[in-house]
């Protein structure tokens, strides 16, 4: 339910940037969605913030990803893994082409005047994903048509 919100989100207001849906790179995890656009490749994980999210910072320790009450932060961690395979995937084609990892969540909960990160990753709802992919760069023409070939050989579906 969650995942069909933000695909149908993305495809309305991103209609030209190309998109691989449940992919499994080895033995990473099942990647959500990678979507190749002209800022770089992004790997979006889909969580469920029905009970809103926000990051936790003690004073001693790493962040905490809390959604409701409970401690999430092992998506990021997959999340980094996630990258790292795409990353792996394309080192034999391009090694040049950004690669980033975006934790998308879909209902409600979402902060609306800013962008939460924590370790790197932003976290986003599904219009501010389609702003980050809808961003100019350097990854245009047959570059890009060659990069979404590459994933899309390497790259299983699951």
Do not use: K, N, W
């Amino acid at each position: 339910m969650f995942d069909e919100l933000v695909v149908s989100t993305l495809e309305a207001r991103c209609p030209t940037v190309p998109m691989l849906h449940r992919v499994r790179c080895g033995h990473a995890a099942e990647i959500d969605h990678v979507a190749v656009a002209a800022s770089g490749v992004y790997v979006i994980a889909v969580a469920p913030a029905s009970g809103g999210f926000r990051v936790s910072r003690p004073r001693f320790g790493p962040a905490i990803l809390r959604v409701g009450r409970r401690d999430h932060s092992a998506l990021v961690d997959s999340l980094h893994d996630q990258v790292a395979a795409v990353e792996t995937a394309l080192a034999d084609i391009d090694v040049h082409v950004p690669v980033r990892g975006v934790l998308c969540f879909a209902g409600a909960g979402a902060p609306l005047l800013r962008v939460l990160t924590i370790h790197g990753v932003p976290l986003t709802y599904p219009r501010q994903v389609a702003r980050l992919l809808r961003r100019p760069g350097p990854l245009t023409g047959t570059r890009a048509r060659r990069v979404l070939d590459a994933l899309d050989t390497s790259l299983v579906t699951a």
